[in-house]
């Protein structure tokens, strides 16, 4: 093709092009090798499929490409399955219809791909065949006649290589002649799988198809609605029409059964007969077959002992390197925000400006931005994984496992992922198809113990539980709780995910079909693209709600500022100390804390924490603290752990910052060694108001940690819950029921430890 005469018969708006084929056949490599950086993604409003936008040009002559979720058909199951359906029809008003379909499809599988290609014919759009790991056919010893089945389809076939970047001038320049109505090439007419003297009775069926504009729904959903048992359009339509239209569809498939054509099975046989004629004589294959390097590593990677080990040991490296690295960078973030924070408050006047800047804006953005060391380190494994072939053989090895809660063997993954950050974990939800099983494993991914649980179950078990060992050394008390809390987290979420698969997301677990894609070298650009993407959703959308969250928990500590009674009430405390010293012989040990106490009233730094924490038990916060603790104290807290537990909401590590404060500690690094055993030392020595007695004990410790453990106290997953589901009611529900089982196991902790 000239170009030159090409540039002259360019359209000038924007060609927009759908990209469509089955999983694993590089549709993303493509996108990404067409798109590069020009790619944004989101969700379609209503629905949680992943729109993912992406702009591109040849000649001048620009394109906006529309990256559909892989499918193996064109029949919806669901909502979102639905959405494929109405982008490629032009019935979504949010997505421009596309000019030009383009269809991936994998040149090793040729058969498996042309059905749905088959489909995408049936909808009469302009069509590009993308004939992409031409590479990989290649070394199993195909030969494909390209010629030939252009010639046979009607469309242009194009070969390329996403992953490395080949063909893709030829199939843009391809995109844009197949844009131009004057000069489509000729489209073999796939023929219906309805008979012809049926074609007519679908005119019965016709009042009942028709949009909520009243306008008649295009011939092809009509044949779905008559083709697909129990599909999606059967079961929206059945809601407004009722058994009236059940009936006429009954009928109808009862008449095409008579006559030899069962339904659904009609459509695969025709389809199939179709394939079979478009692909005689266009692929050859070798007379014997051949062992490929893929078959090779499958009988190692498959296999049921050493694939389960190397699958073992590729997740201790992934998460040894999000725990040994991510720590690396996280520090990095926090030292930069904490210098920013330094040079802000020293830039400022003391006041509720600055309070708001330094303890409110920057530190709400330093707490999102913190987490992307995890997310990226993550994300760049699962690309990897992914693009490499791997991730599809770990989904099969934890199937049988994962089966016996609901779930399938890809929703291992991401839990396994929640124990580092439920971020991550939820996000890597967007692997699982079924949306059963994607919502079941997203709501059960916040209940794996997170990194930012670490610090609370540290301070508590290093103050309250003794340093004993059993076994001769080999088991520690300490070591044994820490891993209890991990394990009433995974025990709990077995439970829940049984009892949402039986309820509110009940369905049978579907049969677990994958087809296991060959090997190949990941795209680096492409990971890196996937990396930043996951990235910045998280900072778009999490980052928002979580920094909204910071600001009116900074505003619930600061206000009311009232200095005179802040004054009294340190004067009152002065006193109190000054009584109890006073009753006490001086051998008594607590007589040497309650002078240490006193001392601090006479030096600045130390006054000023105590003033701190007097502030905080005055702000909106601590009389929240206080107004809850007749709720709490079932569970053996009083007031200030309440009040740390309010302010941990949004965050878990807010908790061990207000304690310190709360406990007159000031805002001290609690991750040193130093502060940290510090606040221990003051947990231990707090005592009841009325009583004197004191707070905590080991059933106290236990509960506090049982809560934890279980809460839902994280702004940012429950931003990202909703923006995965495209919905308040599952982070709202996620939030509700996950308290409640928190509230219900620390009071049983609580009660029955103290009995014991």
Known sequence: MHLSAEKSSLPVASISVALIGNPNTGKSTLFSALAG????????????????????????????????????????????????????????????????????????????????????????????????????????????????????????????????????????????????????????????????????????????????????????????????????????????AGEELRAKLSAARERLASGGLPVPAVEAMSRYEWIARMLGGVVQRPTVAQVGWTDRIDRVLTHKLWGTLIFAGMMLLMFSAIFRFAPIFMDGIEAVVESVKVAVGNAMPDGALRSMLVDGVIAGVGGVVVFLPQILILFAFIAVLEDCGYMARAAYLMDKLMVRVGLSGKSFIPLLSSFACAIPGVMATRVIENRRDRFTTILVAPLMSCSARLPVYALLIGAFIPAESYLGGLVDLQGLTMFSMYLIGILTAVVVALLLKKTVLRGATPPFVMELPPYKIPAIRGVLFRMADRGWAFIQRAGTLIFAVSLIIWALLYFPRNPDAVEASLVVQQRTLESELSQLPATDPRAGELRADLAAFSQPEEREKLYQGAEQRQSYLGRMGHSIEPVVRPLGWDWRIGCAVIASFPAREVVLGTLGVIYNMGDADLGEEENSTQLQQQLTRATWDETGEPVYNIPVALSIMVFFALCAQCAATLAIIKRETNSWRWPIFTFVYMTTLAYVAALVTYQVGMLL
């Open 37 to 240: 950086v020009r790619q944004r993604t989101g969700n379609y409003p209503g629905v949680t499929v992943e729109k993912k936008i992406g702009h591109t040009d040849l000649h001048g002559q620009s394109f906006t490409l529309i990256d559909l979720p892989g499918t193996y058909s064109l029949a919806p199951r669901s909502l979102d399955e639905m959405v494929t359906v109405d982008v490629l029809l032009g019935r979504r008003s949010d997505t421009a219809p596309p000019d030009v379909v383009l269809c991936i499809v994998d040149a090793s599988n040729l058969e498996r791909n042309l059905y749905l290609v088959s489909q995408v014919l049936s909808l009469g759009l302009p069509t590009v065949l993308a004939l992409n790991m031409v590479d990989v056919a290649r070394d199993r010893g195909l030969k494909i006649d390209r010629a030939l089945l252009e010639q046979r389809l009607g469309v242009p076939v194009i070969e390329v290589q996403a992953n490395a970047k080949r063909g893709l001038t030829e199939l843009k320049t391809a995109l844009i002649a197949a844009a131009h109505p004057d000069r489509r090439q000729r489209r073999s007419d796939y023929p219906s799988p309805l008979p012809a003297e049926f074609q007519a009775e679908l005119s019965e069926l016709a009042p009942f198809m028709v949009d909520r504009n009243g306008a008649p729904w295009p011939r092809f959903l009509a044949e779905r609605l008559l083709l697909d048992t129990a599909g999606y359009l059967e079961e929206e339509l059945a809601q407004s």
